[in-house]
Structures are given as structure tokens and as C-alpha cells.
């Protein structure tokens, strides 16, 4: 086993000087055994040219997650949680769900993520909150919607984790925070980790927080970088690597002390509960994802916040864990490289099965893990992929090539090996369906990606048209002293500034401000349709009534159905309240 580590302590050394630059600060711990190999790098803070040492703070991002369902597997190791009853059972009859399927939701479909929630772009993280709000209170008002019925789709849910961490609330009788100090960080010692959004919890992580930037992947500073998250359960702890390192150690243990009372309860943690559709290939164990390796049996979790990274993954049957803490914004060459070197590159076994014709499942794929409602939801139009027929047997995906291991499921050596393989089913609800590791990516019909990006570029090709008529037009009328219609100059400059608003709603969403903020503007879109639809009118009036040339009824006209076209866009993407 020394050989072994050594082996791997040499690759990690030659790994990191290869890459050397593309760190700002780095972290990583490798246990096997009882053996131990500790390596930092680069700096906490660049620009003050302060190291990463043993007191440098990272956040963890989604690793946080972890803790939740720690906490949730204590409570049912007690017998007082469930995994496959209705969580309804759990919440207080008051509480505001935002659930709109008959079908119970169980804790088991929070921790696969599959219980049909959507994502939201707003109120996931605030810079400088004005008030520290309840869990209960964040999960109340938050955007979200359930849109898929329970267990039908599985796309990464902040919110359904959130929601995990509340039943932990309400089970145990205890603020979350209190429950993880209590129950996982006293236990360990980790005193030098702090899960509370405002860090009030830990007033040194607190300080020492303040000592560290973020970069982006260019190694540009990244200001301001330390947000609060109000679902904090999903996101906020961090702490020092030597802390991070004792969970992973009570994850190794043979029985699972101090966190569990029962051996089987860890053993349990491990044990695959998810699979890939029609497959026998684990996806996740109770909250935790499958990482695809040499091993076959490796779960843990990652994470990205706007300014850090993070990787934590655990082999329970090997006896090997390793953790990755990096200050640079969604980083992989570490936080993926490095477990894939630990933990050994996947290979599939060979076999002699007939391959089928990759041709069926060619099409225009979107991620299920999107906004479905609200004007968020246009994003999802950029994030399509194109899955392409490539040779008889396998398939293109965007600019990456998968290799078919068998039918259905596809391989790439393209990347890294978290996000390698995907697996492609026929689905009653949406024809066929991609599946990767955390989430499902529904099959778009190629008319309705066509018309949707008609209808955008359209919508710019009105902004543009009324661009150009208030110009001319207003040059027109200072130089030449020509006539101005004032309710068509109006009408076109009214479609300028419910295009200027729009834009300033992505800017503030981009800035990571709340929902609350930004209804007033989408109030604001909604006010304008209202005047576009009575401007319209007058305009149609005017067209039948007023004696005009040829060329002023086309651009009265053509202002008249441009309108129309960004109208049908506001209220088709929802950019309204």
C-alpha cells in the first residue's frame, strides 16, 4: 500500500507542476489507510501575494450537500425520518410547497433529484443581504416550481436539497446550523469550518475568510467574491482543508463513528440507489453521485461557487478518499484530474454484444436542470446540445466524440471522467432522453428550437428597426425640420426601452440580486404590452385613415407587426410578473 501511494503522491507532484499554470490556490489530501498526502499550492490571494497555507479558508460550494444528508441518515438511523414516506408528513400544514403533482414526494426523490423541481437563476446567492431571512422563509418565497411529476426526471435540485435541510429543521427541532454543529462538527472537531450564510457561526473562519480572492480560470480577480447563499444547507460551509479532511476520515471509518451509532448506516450511505435509466450502471447513493473510475464504487460530491471549487469523493471498499479545494470559479483540471489520477481512469469491459445504430438518438437536446418558467427560461435556448450521428455506431456531441461501450450507453475520451458517459433512453413524455451525471437532458423537437430561435432573432430585428427609425427620424427632425408623428416615434421608442429593460433584468440577475428586486421591472413589461396592445390599435387606425405614401404605410405597418413580435416574445419567454 505505501508503494501504491507513493506511486500516486509521484503522479499528483508531476500532475500539479504540469498545470502549475493554471492555479491560483490549491489544496488537495489523498487518505489511504492510515496514510496521508497533503499538497498546497499557489496563492490565497495573488495580488498580496499571500500563500495558501494550513489556515487558508475555501468554500466548499455544493460539497456542502454533503452534510445534509449526513444529518438526514442520523435521523433515520433514529427512526424518526423515513426515506419513502411523503415528506408532507414533515413539513408544518402551513408551510407553502411548491408542489402541483398528486404524487407524494419522498426524501428518497430529494436526494436522487428527481422529485421534479426546477432551477432558478435569482435569490440563489446575494451580495450583501440586508437581512438574514429563516430557511423556512428562503424556501417559501424562492421562484421555484415542481414541473415533472416525482421520480419521472432527475435534474440537480438546490432548492429539493434546501427542502432536505428543512425537514432536518423540523425533525430534529433545531435551526440546521445548530443540527450540523451538534451533530457533525462537534463530533469531529471542526473547529475551523463555518456553515452559517453571514459565517456568524465561526467569527474566525469569519476573519480569516476575509484574507482569501477568487479568481476566474484566467486567474483574474473575481470582486466582489464572497456572497451569501439564504438557502445556505445547499452551499455555505467552508472551512480549512485539515478540517475538510476529518469528515472524509469518519466517511473511511469501518463503523462510521462518531457520525453514526449502526455500521450498517454507513455501509448503507455507500450503497447505490440510483441507477442510469434501463441500466446497471450506479448514478448516486443517497444524495451522493457516482464518479466513473477504475474502482467502480467511488461517490462524493462537488462543488462551484462564483469564486471557488471543490471536490470531495470517497471509496469505501478501497479505503481511499480525496478531497480538492481550489479559490478559481467552476476549475476542473484539479478538482476532476485529481480524483481521476487517484482514483484511476474507468475502463469498460469487453464484451460482444451487437452495437446498435447510433442514428436514433440524433437530435437537439436540452438539460432538464433549467428554469421552466419566468424569463430565465430563455437561457436554456443557448444551452442546447446537438447530438450527431458519427460513423454507424457512435455519436457526436457538439464539438466531442462518444464512443458506443454498448446500446443506448456512450463513452467520450474527450473529457474528463465525471461528465464521459451518457446513456440514451426512449421516454413516453418527451420521445428520448440523455442522461449524465447530474442531470437528464430532455429531447427539442427541431421545429420548436427553429421557431423559438426565429422568434428571438426576430424580436432583435424589431429592436434594430426601431433603432434605426428613432435615429433617422430624430436627425430628420433637427436638420430638415420634417414632420413627426408622435404616436409612431412613441411606439418605436417604447420598444427601445422595454429592450433596454430586459436587458437591465439580465444585468441585475448576472449581479445576483433577489426576485423581489426585479419584479417591479417585469411589471414594468407587462405595462408595456398593455400600451403596445391600445398603440397598435390607434396605429392600425391611422394606416386605414390617413392619407400616406407607400413607403410611410410600410413603415407604419412594419412598426405595427415588429411590436407584435416583441410582444408574443415578452410573453412567451414570461419577462413579466
Known sequence: MANELSGI????????????ENIAGLATIV????EVIYKMKGYANIEAQVLVDEETIFEWASVSKVLIWISV??????????????????LPHDFRAKTTFED??????????????????????????TKKRSLRKVLEEVDIKQVFPPGEVVAYSNYGSGLAAYIVEEVSGLDYAEYVRQHIFEPLQMTKTAIDPELDDNIWVKEKRGKVQGYSNALQLIEPNFYSLPMYPVGSAMGTARDLQK???ALLTEDGTPLFKNEDTIDFMFEPTLYYPETNIPRGANGLFYLLSKNQHVFGHGGNSLAFSASFYVDRKEHIGVLVLTNVKNEFTFTQGIPEIVFGEYEPAENDINLETSSQWGGIYETARLPRHGFSRVHGLFLRGHTKQSGPHDLKINDLFYSQLEPSIYKTEDGLSMHSLDVYTKHPLFKKMLSNTYSDLLYVPYYKHSLEWAGIILGLLSVLFSFIYIIITTF??????????KLLFAQNLLNLLMFTNVLWIFYKTLSMVSYSFLKPFLTLNLIYIF????????????????????????IWLMTI?????????VLYWEFYF
Open 9 to 20: 503522491e509521484d503522479k499528483l507532484e508531476s500532475y500539479i507542476l504540469e498545470q502549475e
Open 531 to 554: 400600451i403596445a396592445f391600445v398603440s397598435s390599435g390607434l396605429l392600425i387606425f391611422g394606416v386605414k385613415s390617413k392619407k400616406l405614401s407607400k413607403f410611410e404605410k410600410l
Open 247 to 249: 469528515l472524509l476520515q
Open 561 to 569: 407587426v415588429l411590436t407584435g413580435v416583441l410582444c408574443a416574445n
Open 31 to 34: 487518505l489511504d489507510g492510515d
Open 476 to 485: 430628420r427632425r433637427i436638420w430638415n425640420k420634417k414632420h413627426l408623428n
Open 104 to 129: 407524494p414526494i419522498t426524501m428518497r426523490h430529494l436526494m436522487h433529484h428527481n422529485a421534479g423541481f426546477e432551477d432558478s437563476y435569482t435569490d440563489l446567492l446575494i451580495h450583501r443581504p
Open 73 to 90: 441518515l442520523q435521523l433515520v438511523e433514529a427512526r424518526r425520518l423515513d426515506l419513502e414516506t411523503d415528506i408532507e408528513i414533515y
